[in-house]
């Protein structure tokens, strides 16, 4: 399936907080072409018991104005009882829009996009959970049976399989889903954001040009891993074929095309935080126009963010002396990353916290005067 070259403008939905209900924050860029269909790979074996498997995707660079294919990856469960909503693209007014992933109690709505191992356009008929074990569908999904023994077999009838692996909702072309009350239901429950190590997976994706679109024509070489960020040796598996040809436009990144503007936290900055130091600085508000009021509202604001400064190094070394106990310990990897899960929940609630202080004081501030007319000159007189 040809994409046809459109101007759209994508913004990229992160979920930024990982306890009570979610929040979702925003990154406005814009590009002259939609996404590639999926291509064509197969699953790794799962490495071992309570891992989930997180389907690939195509994300989007600003710094390249290209898409990038994340691979496919097992992913140990955050919580017991928790599945993966996988990421999806959809056409909404005019515009793409990109829904990130996240943790929950149920499969919510991924746009009905056909992903594969479990994933058919609605729920997740992968594995379940019973009680704090996971079992794995067999019929679905890639399981060494020596090595899990929580097993079974049901047969999946997949209604929902395309021939072009169209992989965004609506538009031209597009898959036609909408979410059902379940699905709706599942996304007002609690939720927890892309775990550390998925973060990290994302990163290191971006930064490899092979897994550009523009690079490999929708048919990357790396297309799944059995672990994260394991993009070579015998655990990584390439794409046997694109889902559908791809030609990027010629003007890829020239006027007209490419992003109209950077993601507001930066591009060096991870969207969602791991550490205190991954968190944006400090904004200040506006000033009123009456120097004495602003000169008592800064001194207020210089005395908070010390404070808050201070408990980001404070949290920050804190993590740190974590990392370094557990290098000393060589703790495996699901330790390791229970570790940055635990450091990402502690940072978003600092900065939550943080963000409730800020607004606190802002709110205290004095509100600008009214304007003032001016004085008119005596009749008679110019």
């Known amino acids: 399936m040809r994409i046809p070259s459109m101007g759209v403008v994508l913004w990229f939905a992160i979920a930024v907080l990982a306890m009570s209900s979610t929040s979702l924050g925003q990154v406005r860029i814009s590009a002259t072409f939609g996404p590639p269909a999926l291509p064509v790979y197969e699953q790794p074996l799962c490495p071992g018991d309570g891992y989930i498997w997180t389907p690939g995707y195509w994300a989007w660079s600003d710094d390249d104005d290209d898409y990038y294919w994340v691979p496919g990856t097992w992913i140990l469960a955050p919580e017991v009882g928790f599945l993966w909503t996988p990421p999806y693209w959809a056409w909404a007014d ?48 890639n399981v060494n049976i020596t090595v899990v023994h929580n097993v079974y077999n049901t047969t999946v009838i997949n209604n929902n399989t395309t021939v ?39 990163q290191a994706a971006r ?43 010629a003007n890829r990144g020239t006027a007209g095309g490419g992003n109209s503007s950077r993601p507001v936290n930066g591009s060096n900055r991870p969207a969602t935080p791991i550490h205190p130091n991954d968190l944006p600085p400090f904004e200040r508000p ?55 899960q635990r450091h990402q929940q502690q940072t978003q609630q600092l900065q939550q916290r943080h963000q409730q202080q800020q607004q606190s004081l802002q709110q205290r501030q004095p509100p600008p005067p009214p304007n003032r007319a001016e004085p008119r000159p005596p009749k008679g007189r110019s």
Not at 112 to 128: A, H, I, K, N, S
Not at 210 to 231: C, D, E, I
């Open 94 to 141: 005019g515009a793409f829009v990109f829904y990130d992933g996240y943790w929950g109690p149920h499969v919510g709505f991924y746009g009905g996009v056909v992903y594969g191992f479990g994933y058919f356009g609605e729920g997740f008929e992968g594995g379940r959970w019973d009680h704090d074990h996971f079992f794995y569908n067999r019929s679905v999904t």
């Open 286 to 340: 506006a000033n009123t126009g009456e120097s004495k009021a602003d000169k008592k509202f800064q001194q207020q604001q210089q005395k908070l963010e010390q404070k808050q400064e201070q408990e980001r190094q404070t949290l920050q070394q804190k993590q740190e002396q974590e990392h370094q106990r557990m290098a000393k310990q060589a703790g495996d990897e699901a330790r390791k990353q229970q570790m940055e």
């Open 164 to 202: 072009n692996r169209v992989s965004y909702n609506g538009g031209p072309g597009g898959i036609n889903a909408r979410p059902t009350p379940q699905q709706e239901a599942a996304a007002h429950e609690r939720h927890l954001p892309p775990a550390s190590t998925q973060v990290q997976h994302v």
């Open 207 to 249: 930064g490899n040009p092979q897994l550009r679109a523009s690079a490999n024509r929708g048919k990357p070489p790396v297309a799944a891993t059995a672990r994260p960020g394991a993009f070579s040796g015998r655990e990584a598996v390439s794409a046997r074929e694109a889902g559908a040809p791809y030609n990027p436009p």
